[in-house]
């Protein structure tokens, strides 16, 4: 498949927007480059650039991709791997619930012990 060169999209990984955005992107064989957040930042703070904003996030992404000269980015995560992720996180959300809720049941409990 040969890539369109001309317009390109440079944007950060953060949650799982840009498994869609590649997706769309790579049917209209537009080149992507999807960057780790910390990579982005580290340039960012290379560049003075410490407030963090939509705006100025866009502005960094925009310059990140003149003066870096960016690979496209290959392959994303498949769906299981994906839906995998999803799974883990869930389950840790629900053990950190769960631990909350025993330290809130232990904090009743001595609250009623020591009214008696």
């Not at 944007?11 to 209209?28: P, S």
């Not at 064989?29 to 407030?51: C, D, M, W, Y």
């Not at 994303?76 to 959300?93: A, M």
């Amino acid at each position: 498949m040969k890539l369109n060169k001309t317009y390109y999209i440079v944007c950060q990984g953060t949650c799982f927007y840009e498994q869609i955005l590649f997706k769309i992107l790579r049917d209209l064989n537009i080149f992507v480059q999807i960057e780790h957040p910390n990579k982005v930042r580290t340039f960012a703070k290379s560049l003075g650039k410490l407030a963090k904003t939509d705006k100025i996030d866009a502005k960094i992404l925009f310059e990140y991709g003149l003066r870096m000269n960016p690979e496209e980015t290959v392959c994303l995560k498949t769906e299981s791997e994906i839906n995998i992720t999803n799974f883990v996180k869930i389950c840790d959300e629900l053990l950190k619930k769960m631990r909350q809720e025993s330290y809130r049941q232990e904090s009743y409990e001595l609250k009623l012990s020591e009214n008696q």
